[in-house]
């Protein structure tokens, strides 16, 4: 890994750069920021971990984690249901691989980092949220080995690697331009290799989800809390063709049919995909007929 200071190799040892610059493991998560950016990204995550915690969001039950998502304590839960369906579309897309250097960005509390780990794979997961119920921090409930590595998700050049899977881990769209992001994030994968992004939801009315944001970012305005980068917060279909120009394939989550077409109906209501890009370089022949 590189020094997001300097830009020097890191010992792995020692953990220092040959510029003299320290970082940190904390609660088994390897913090790999720059100085200025980690002062003003702690200063979110420790007011919002504060946030959820105070309005009961986070997941206490530390028995649950290694069933996400399908532990009873989120049954009924809309947004690991939707898990769910990302966790059977990744094990088609990679049940006749070898095991895969993985990167799972936007990894969260590393349920899916421990599902491909179970699986076989080398699964390195990154986020800005450390909290031990509500972010990276959760490591310690987890009875596989991945790394977690707190960063910044824009900077992906420190981890001076290619990976044979990169996922966008349903958190594209919480860039400031989803598609420059996605498609930068291509560089990263190797040849042979694929990018698999869940979670896409596009609408075709953005007003009302445009307000949602606005109204998100003023809440935690009144609780203190100023987000510390800039992000769209949801895609439109502009996005979606674009994506599609550089090479993204998109389908349907089979699951969320009916949801589909009531969007077809109601302009306002998401239309849910997930994509899949493939490195052109040896494309693996067993990956495309199950795609």
Request: proline fraction near 4%.
């Amino acid at each position: 890994m590189l020094c997001p200071n300097c830009r020097e190799a890191i010992n792995p040892a020692s953990f220092v750069c040959s510029n003299k610059h320290q970082f940190a493991h904390e609660d088994g998560v390897f913090v790999l920021l720059e100085e200025d950016f980690g002062r003003r990204l702690r200063a979110f995550t420790d007011g919002f971990s504060a946030l959820r915690a105070a309005e009961n969001k986070r997941l206490l039950d530390t028995s649950a984690y290694e069933k996400l998502p399908f532990a009873e304590a989120v049954n009924g839960n809309t947004e690991w249901r939707l898990r769910g369906y990302d966790l059977a579309v990744i094990r088609k897309l990679l049940s006749r691989r070898e095991p895969q250097r993985v990167l799972d960005v936007g990894a969260w509390n590393g349920w899916l980092s421990h599902r491909l780990a179970a699986q076989g794979h080398h699964v390195t997961a990154i986020d800005y949220f450390t909290d031990k119920y509500d972010g990276l921090g959760a490591k310690k409930f987890y009875s596989t080995g991945w790394q977690p590595i707190q960063m910044d998700l824009t900077d992906l050049s420190v981890l001076s690697e290619c990976y044979d899977v990169v996922i966008l881990n349903r958190c594209v769209q919480f860039f400031a331009n989803p598609v420059a992001y996605a498609t930068a994030v291509k560089q990263y994968v190797a040849p042979g290799g694929l990018l698999v992004l869940t979670g896409l939801q596009f609408f075709h009315d953005t007003q009302e989800k445009a307000r949602s944001i606005t109204a998100l970012r003023a809440y935690l305005n009144s609780h203190g809390l100023d987000f510390f980068k800039p992000m769209k917060g949801y895609l439109d279909f502009a996005d979606k063709q674009h994506l599609r120009a550089q090479g993204v394939l998109f389908r349907h989550y089979p699951q969320l049919w009916l949801a589909n077409l009531k969007s077809m109906l109601k302009r306002n209501l998401p239309r849910h995909y997930y994509g899949v890009w493939f490195h052109p370089e040896k494309r693996s022949s067993g990956v495309e007929r199950i795609y």
